[in-house]
């Protein structure tokens, strides 16, 4: 886990989990659930004018009608440590990272919880940084999509897990292939993924058997020309990948 960046949702809400991650060298981003209400120790972003003082302060309470974007403090979380093999444990206090962003349209705060540090992760990229973690759900889902992985026909786990690694490996690939595509096509075209494998699964036998072919003979598909016909024509933002690419993570 050391230098690793997890990214999960609000089902995995365990402070002891999000402790071991931080006591093995490692870091986490994730939705601060919504029945936590941790105190304020610290405020990570300085304010001008007349700043209302959070500190000592439930974090609900603090943010109770801000109007900032942006909302960077260090609060207590209760982690329950239980040592290996003991029946019982004992409560600490850890103070970790909590940083609001604003949603523009309800005005209400987005609340993440972290242990990245503010210089490695600012509170400008949490927001974009958890939505990486929806591409991962994207990949199983291109993987139940003609990569067979929703095909498992065995009980055995050795055979399941087999069938498992060489669905993501043929996922992997077609992923390869469509950053390929993407990199021959003109810059501002966007390729959906699920779009992208039902392309390449129709089209990946003739462009094998075209490999087959004397040089001389060969026509196949140019990777410009894979890429405009699964291209996607109701592309409204640009991805978050993209936004997040140039950024410099300096301690991630």
Not at 37 to 66: F, K, T, Y
Not at 102 to 130: F, I, Q
Not at 169 to 178: F, G, H, I, Q, S
Not at 216 to 241: F, K, Y
């Amino acid at each position: 886990m050391r230098n690793v960046l997890p990214l999960f949702d609000r089902g995995y809400p365990s402070p002891s989990f999000w402790w071991r991650i931080h006591c093995q060298g490692g870091f986490f981003l994730t939705r601060l659930p919504t029945d936590y209400d941790p105190v304020v120790v610290e405020d990570n972003r300085r304010h001008r004018g007349r700043v209302r003082r959070a500190r000592g302060s439930r974090l609900r309470a603090a943010i109770e009608g801000l109007k900032r974007k942006y909302i960077d403090i260090e609060a207590d979380i209760r982690v329950h440590i239980r040592p290996y093999r003991k029946p019982k444990g004992r409560n600490i206090r850890q103070p970790f990272r909590v940083v609001g962003v604003m949603n523009p349209k309800t005005r209400k705060y987005h609340l993440y919880v972290t242990n990245a540090p503010v210089d490695a992760l600012p509170a400008e990229m949490v927001g974009d940084m958890y939505r990486l973690r929806w591409e991962v759900e994207l990949l199983y889902k291109a993987a139940k999509s003609g990569s067979g992985m929703n095909e498992l026909p065995s009980a055995q786990p050795h055979v399941v897990r087999m069938l498992v690694y060489a669905a993501l490996m043929r996922t992997t690939l077609a992923m390869k292939a469509r950053t390929r595509a993407m990199a021959a096509a003109k810059k501002n075209l966007w390729i959906n993924p699920i779009q992208w494998m039902t392309i390449w699964n129709h089209l990946l036998v003739d462009c094998l058997e075209r490999l087959l072919l004397p040089p001389a003979e060969r026509s196949a598909w140019t990777w410009a020309d894979l890429a405009w016909m699964a291209r996607d024509p109701n592309r409204r933002r640009r991805p978050t990948r993209e936004r997040l690419v140039g950024v410099e993570l300096n301690r991630l």
